[in-house]
């Protein structure tokens, strides 16, 4: 098993910058890909951003040129450096990350962004 704990939103403006850490502990030898969902209220979840172990990213159209994900396998990190925030940022946003051999996925709890105009 793993555990994930989401840190580093908060209220920013449009056009600001927020990095979300998520720290994985337990079984973190395991772990494959990690990802970056959000949710927005009344809307469901979407993909904001993957990484694999080897460091291969892939982006949501919407946040591309705007957000990066990184991770640190040494700390079982993942982050995600979100720039040139918009309102519709705002959301809920989770981290997740894909154990093997099975594809196991776990969940963190989530940290809220919330981006003003």
């Known amino acids: 098993q793993v555990q994930l704990v989401e840190s580093g939103g908060g209220l920013v403006q449009a056009g600001g910058s927020l990095r979300l850490s998520c720290e994985a502990s337990g079984d973190t030898i395991c772990i494959s890909g990690m990802e970056w969902h959000r949710q927005a209220p009344r809307k469901e979840r979407e993909l904001v951003a993957s990484?694999?172990?080897?460091?291969?990213?892939n982006y949501a159209d919407s946040v591309k040129g705007r957000f990066t994900i990184s991770r640190d396998n040494a700390k079982n990190t993942v982050y995600l450096q979100m720039n040139s925030l918009k309102p519709e940022d705002t959301a809920v946003y989770y981290c997740?990350?894909?154990?093997?051999?099975?594809?196991?996925?776990?969940w963190g709890k989530g940290t809220l962004v919330t981006v003003s105009s």
């Open positions: 997740n990350a894909q154990l093997l051999p099975f594809n196991l996925i776990y």
């Open positions: 990484i694999t172990r080897s460091g291969a990213t």
